[in-house]
């Protein structure tokens, strides 16, 4: 009657057993640590790098206890903060002899401090929130005027080449503050160029107006056009952001929209609040020029820009360009990795229709002639690209060059959203030290810890053996959610460690039911063994009910909420799940190995009275 089959409990016992692993991570802490990464495209994180700064560690004797090379990074671990200090000064020389012209991010992080053995079957700890782990919060204020001046700039070159192309004279294009001015002398042609605007820029109103002799159209956005235009901004400035941090090794970043023209940025485990600065600022931007080939043969290279060609060997050729420049990042709309008819890796770039025309003019009259991509970053040029014309080609072509599969991945990336559509401004900086951060988990474990205490204690007292199994099945079903968070790599933060208090508060409700129903079978004359049996298939309804209602407010948290609710409303989800489970199936197989083997009980310990 009260039997589990042998698989059953061999389930739970696994089960128990994963979670014990899954859950052990969290209590190895975390190590002060050194990460370097690429600040440019072209430079990568690589063993020989790796071999640079084993080799200047050594030879300053700063021990170091792990380095970690992962596909854009490389974390170094030390065994405090101060040798972790010490390592990062001399790191950044070693790796950046020239600061002003850097190639690396130099930060410093936190790494788990978990076994091998543990990281080898992706046992990891669960990440911290700001709130527990330190780190810095950051509100920038997106310039929205700008983010629509820059639109107003494209759409005005773009007019300049469609009315030429049209062959619709006019005097002049400028724009003025939110307005496109454009001046004629002929109102035939005033009534074209208006004809024209409102077919090829939907997005524009354009009225009439006379400054004297001169005939004027004046264009300027829609108000639907110039919202989408600000709503487009903020969302490429967030996903340029989101590429950035991953420079820092932050696990788990929290980048989001906060009222119409703000974004908050929060970064635990940063300690170095002023390269986070200096890395979510960064500004990166292609040009495309023709190569002055004459200076290159020794000619005179007054007039031209100068930039390096990194090969892929290690040596540099420096480039001359011409100033004038054909293409600029804004013109490119998509960029994809992929590869050339030769088999070598390329990147499939996608131009707007102007760029595209511009393109198309510039290939056909410099055919069998040099091209050069410019990658601008940190105010620094580098030729990324230096490639012969073969043919006139317009909004589409590839990128080629001395690229591995792996850059052409993060060149791809980089003209998707490598660049902002708008200014930011930092409004707000606020740091919260680890120091801080310690003391809240601890406030937070204390907090579990003494209720969990409590509660033990009590169902101990006033439900004797049966209260012991219940407090075995919430310890249980606390070791169960840990492991989901940790498995799932969710967040906690300070409202997640309430919402586990919470979750146990919960959870030892379904005992309780339980035992109840169990009291009551045997008041109402039902063996010892029936008593079980009943309470627990007849409390089983109450217990899902009361489930799921709170199951149905929680998730209308997670889906509708932000920030710290939607992380109070993961946890408090999880822990509906595993306390169901512990309550009901541990809890019982636990019950039925007291009880189950033994063909007559005479009494149940359930009570301060042993009840017959």
């Not at 010892?528 to 929680?554: M, V």
Request: net charge neutral; with cysteine; glycine share 8%.
């Amino acid at each position: 009657m009260n039997r589990f089959p042998t698989w059953k409990y061999a389930l739970i016992g696994i089960t128990i057993i994963v979670a014990f692993l899954y859950t052990l991570p969290n209590f190895f802490g975390e190590s002060p640590a050194v990460q370097i990464s690429s600040v440019k495209t072209t430079v990568k994180v690589d063993d020989a790098l790796v071999s640079r700064i084993e080799s200047a560690l050594k030879s300053a004797a700063i021990p170091y206890t792990g380095a970690l090379l992962e596909t854009s990074s490389l974390r170094v671990r030390f065994a405090d903060t101060d040798t972790q200090l010490k390592a990062k000064d001399l790191i950044s020389k070693t790796v950046n002899p020239d600061p002003a012209n850097a190639s690396y991010v130099v930060a410093l992080n936190l790494l788990p401090s978990s076994p091998s053995w543990l990281t080898a079957i992706h046992a990891l700890p669960m990440y911290l929130g700001l709130d527990l782990r330190g780190g810095v919060h950051f509100l920038l204020q997106v310039d929205m005027q700008a983010a629509i001046t820059k639109r107003l700039e494209g759409i005005a070159g773009e007019l300049r080449r469609d009315l030429r192309d049209k062959d619709i004279r006019y005097h002049g294009i400028a724009r003025d503050g939110d307005t496109i001015k454009i001046r004629f002398s002929d109102p035939t042609m005033r009534a074209r160029a208006e004809a024209r605007i409102l077919t090829t820029e939907p997005d524009l109103s354009v009225d009439e107006r006379d400054e004297g002799q001169e005939l004027l159209l004046v264009a300027k956005f829609k108000p639907s056009a110039a919202k989408t235009t600000e709503e487009r901004a903020i969302k490429q400035n967030i996903t340029t952001l989101h590429n950035r941090v991953n420079e820092l090794g932050v696990a788990e970043p929290i980048i989001q929209q906060q009222g119409a023209d703000r974004v908050v940025v929060e970064l635990p485990g940063v300690q170095d609040t002023a390269k986070a600065k200096e890395i979510l600022g960064r500004t990166a931007t292609l040009e495309v020029r023709l190569v002055d080939e004459e200076a290159m043969r020794g000619g005179s290279k007054l007039g031209d820009d100068i930039f390096p060609e990194r090969h892929r060997d290690g040596t540099i050729e420096m480039v001359p360009v011409k100033k004038q420049v054909i293409i600029t990042g804004d013109q490119f709309t998509d960029a994809q990795a992929t590869f050339d008819q030769d088999h070598r890796p390329a990147v499939s770039v996608q131009l707007n229709d102007a760029g595209g025309a511009i393109m198309r003019q510039v290939t056909r009259e410099n055919l069998h002639h040099l091209m050069a991509i410019v990658l601008f970053e940190k105010g620094k040029g580098e030729a990324i690209s230096v490639a012969r014309i073969q043919g006139e080609f317009g909004s589409r072509f590839q990128i080629t060059g001395n690229f591995s599969p792996t850059e052409t991945a993060d060149l791809s990336l980089l003209i998707r959203a490598g660049s902002l559509a708008a200014p930011m401004d930092i409004v707000e900086e606020r740091t919260v030290g680890p120091s801080l951060g310690k003391e809240n988990i601890q406030k937070g474990f204390d907090s579990t810890k003494w209720g969990f205490t409590a509660i033990v204690i009590f169902m101990s007292l006033y439900y004797s053996l049966f209260g012991v199994v219940a407090a075995v099945s919430l310890a249980c079903n606390l070791l169960f959610l840990v492991a989901l968070l940790s498995m799932l790599q969710a967040t906690l933060t300070l409202p997640g460690i309430a919402a586990i208090a919470l979750a146990l508060g919960m959870a030892i409700d379904a005992n309780v039911l339980i035992n109840e129903r169990i009291r009551e079978e045997i008041r109402g004359g039902q063996t010892p063994q029936a008593a079980i049996k009943s309470g627990y298939e007849r409390a089983w309804g109450t217990i899902l009910d009361s489930n799921i209602t709170t199951l149905i407010a929680g998730l209308a948290l997670l889906i509708f909420g932000q920030g710290p609710v939607r992380g109070f409303a993961v946890v408090h989800c999880l822990g509906i799940l595993t306390s169901m489970f512990s309550a009901v199936t541990v809890s019982r197989g636990m019950v039925n190995l007291i009880y189950g083997h033994r063909r007559r009980v005479a009494k149940l310990a359930i009570g301060n009275t042993a009840w017959k």
